[in-house]
Nanobody
Framework: QVQLVESGGGLVQVGGSLRLSCAAS????????ISWFRQSPGKEREFVAA????????YYLDSVKGRFTISRDNAKNTVYLQMNSLKPEDTAVYYC?????????????????????WGQGTQVTVSS
């Protein structure tokens, strides 16, 4: 079992920055890949970024490449999402997910239904 708690969301102007944190407790956090997803009202949960257990491999949604950076500190059981140059379309509730099931392929890691553990989410609002 893994418990996840997101924090760091808030209201920011276009072009601003935020750093989200996903703090984990429970077993074997360092062995899990961790992903960030986001969800806007009326839309399905969308993959944003992921990081492998060692931190050596990262993956991003095309629209956030070059603006967002995912990282992890396994000693602190925490994954971060640094978000720069924020746009109104980045507005959403951001969730971190763990406990991925299946093969770690490009097609599957973006599927929110293949993750067993979720935090409560943190709201990010970008105002224009």
């Amino acid at each position: 079992q893994v418990q996840l708690v997101e924090s760091g969301g808030g209201l920011v102007q276009v072009g601003g920055s935020l750093r989200l944190s996903c703090a984990a407790s429970g077993r074997a956090f360092s062995g899990y890949p961790i992903s960030w997803f986001r969800q806007s009202p009326g839309k399905e949960r969308e993959f944003v970024a992921a990081i492998r257990s060692s931190g050596s491999n990262t993956y991003y949604l095309d629209s956030v490449k070059g603006r967002f950076t995912i990282s992890r500190d396994n000693a602190k059981n925490t994954v971060y999402l640094q978000m720069n140059s924020l746009k109104p379309e980045d507005t959403a509730v951001y969730y971190c997910g763990a406990g991925f099931r299946g093969s770690w392929s490009e097609a599957k890691r973006v599927r929110w239904d293949l993750y067993d553990y979720w935090g409560q989410g943190t709201q990010v609002t970008v105002s224009s």
